[in-house]
C-alpha cells in the first residue's frame, strides 16, 4: 500500500480507461472485478500483499475480464472460433482464430509475470 511519499493506485481509474470507460454506471461492477482479482493473485502467489510492479497486471487482468464477461453475456454463447452458422444453407463459417491466439498469449503473459512473484510453500 502507500506511504508518505508515494499516492495510493487508482485501480478502477486505470481499468475504465483500459476499457474506455468515462461514466461512473459500471464502477461497481468494475470494483468488484478489482477485488476478485486480487485475491486471485495474491493466493496464487501465496502473498498477503500486492507489489506495486503488479499494478497494470491487475489492472489488466480486471479489464480481460470484463471483456470476457461482455462478450458471453451479449451472445449467450461461449465465443469461439465458428463466426456464423446458417441452418437451411447448412454452412458454417469459422474465423482465422488469431484473436483467440493473441488472448492466450496474453495471459500466459501475465501468468509469467504472477510467477515472479509466487512464493512456494516448502512441506
Known sequence: MADGNE?????????KLLLGI?????DEILQLYIEITTNEIL?????????????????QMVAD???????????NSVVGNVS???EDGRSVS????????????????????LK???KLYRV
Open 43 to 59: 493466493n496464487y502467489c501465496n502473498i498477503s500483499e500486492l507489489p506495486s510492479a503488479l499494478n497494470y497486471t491487475l489492472c
Open 65 to 75: 475480464s470484463y471483456r470476457d464477461n461482455l462478450k458471453s453475456n451479449a451472445t
Open 7 to 15: 499516492t495510493e493506485f487508482d485501480y478502477l481509474s486505470n481499468v
Open 94 to 113: 469459422f474465423t482465422n482464430g488469431s484473436e483467440i491466439k493473441t488472448d492466450i498469449e496474453d495471459r500466459i503473459t501475465r501468468i509469467q509475470e
Open 84 to 86: 456464423s452458422i446458417s
Open 22 to 26: 468515462s461514466d461512473g454506471k459500471t
Open 116 to 118: 515472479r512473484y509466487r
